[in-house]
C-alpha cells in the first residue's frame, strides 16, 4: 500500500496553485488590484466626460440666450443727392434724392415699421420732412430704400 501512496503522492512536488509569502507575487492579489485602480479611474473619466459634455451641450443655449436679446435696427445713408437747387432772398427750391439702408440685426425676430420719418434742417431750422411706407423686415435681412423729397418754399 505504501508503493500505491507513494505513486499518487508522485515524482511532482509543485502546489496545484501557486504558493508565496509575498503579496505582489500572487496573481489573484495583482488582478484585484488592478481593477480597483481600473474601476477608480473609469469612475473619474465617467465624471470627467459628463462634466464635458454637459458643457459642450449647455454652449449653444448661452450663445442663442445672448443673441435672443432685441437689438435696434440700423439706419445707412448710402447716397444723397441734391439737384434743382435754386435759392435767392424769398425762394427755396431743391430735390433731394437720398437712398437708405434699414438693416434688422436680430436673428430671431421681425421688424414691422409702421412708418418712419425722416428730418431735414439747418441751423435748428426745418426744411423738409419726409416719411417712408410701412415696411416689415425679416431675420438678419436689410433692405435699400429710395426717397425723394422735393421742397418749394416760395416766400413771395
Not at 2 to 22: C, Y
Not at 47 to 62: A, D, K, N
Not at 111 to 126: A, M, T
Request: hydrophobic residues 40%; proline residues 5%; charged residues 15%.
Amino acid at each position: 500500500m505504501e508503493s500505491k501512496l507513494k505513486a499518487l503522492e508522485g515524482t511532482d512536488n509543485s502546489p496545484l496553485l501557486p504558493v508565496s509569502n509575498h503579496a505582489n507575487s500572487n496573481p489573484y492579489v495583482q488582478q484585484s488590484r488592478k481593477s480597483h485602480y481600473i474601476s477608480k479611474v473609469r469612475i473619474v473619466d465617467i465624471i470627467v466626460l459628463m462634466v464635458t459634455f454637459g458643457t459642450i451641450l449647455s454652449l449653444p443655449s448661452v450663445f442663442t440666450s445672448m443673441s435672443m436679446a432685441p437689438q435696434t435696427p440700423s439706419f445707412q445713408l448710402d447716397s444723397l443727392f441734391l439737384y434743382n437747387f435754386n435759392i435767392s432772398n424769398t425762394t427755396f427750391r431743391t430735390d433731394w434724392d437720398a437712398t437708405l439702408t434699414i438693416e434688422n440685426p436680430n436673428m430671431i425676430s421681425t421688424v414691422h415699421f409702421n412708418s418712419v420719418k425722416g428730418l431735414i434742417s439747418y441751423k435748428d431750422n426745418s426744411l423738409a420732412m419726409y416719411s417712408i411706407k410701412p415696411l416689415e423686415l425679416g431675420c438678419m435681412e436689410h433692405r435699400l430704400v429710395h426717397v425723394k423729397i422735393y421742397i418749394n418754399n416760395d416766400n413771395e
